[in-house]
């Protein structure tokens, strides 16, 4: 059962700024809050930003660089990722909650897409 699927991810330099997609079922965008979540080598998960409705959160670090948004025609959520830096580079895996108060915790979210790869190098 695939339920979302992440696209976007590449290199980029430092500075550059990249777009990532998850496209999910209409069901979970009517009905889940959608996260996206970050893996760097060595690293534990951490969660970036999550939308439900017009209600948006992000960790701190990513706060005035990246903007989490929804196109419901196109069944889509989008994460923009401007300013990047190389701590931004991880596998960033879009995902999708039951409930209201999931937040960024990652023990909440019982979708999950298979991740791309952002890689911010010079």
């Known amino acids: 059962q695939v339920q979302l699927v992440e696209s976007g991810g590449g290199l980029v330099q430092p500075g550059g700024s990249l777009r990532l997609s998850c496209v999910a079922s209409?069901?979970?965008?009517?009905?889940?809050?959608i996260g996206w979540f970050r893996q760097a080598p060595g690293k534990e998960r951490e969660g970036v930003s999550c939308?439900?409705?017009?209600?948006?959160i992000y960790v701190d670090s990513v706060k005035g660089r990246f903007t989490i948004s929804r196109d419901n025609a196109k069944n889509t959520v989008y994460l923009q990722m401007n300013n990047l830096k190389p701590d931004d580079t991880a596998v960033y895996y879009c995902a999708a909650a039951q409930y209201i108060l999931s937040g960024l915790n990652a023990s909440r979210y019982t979708y999950w897409g298979q991740g791309t790869q952002v890689t911010v190098s010079s």
């Open positions: 939308i439900r409705g017009s209600n948006k």
């Open positions: 209409r069901f979970i965008l009517d009905y889940y809050t």
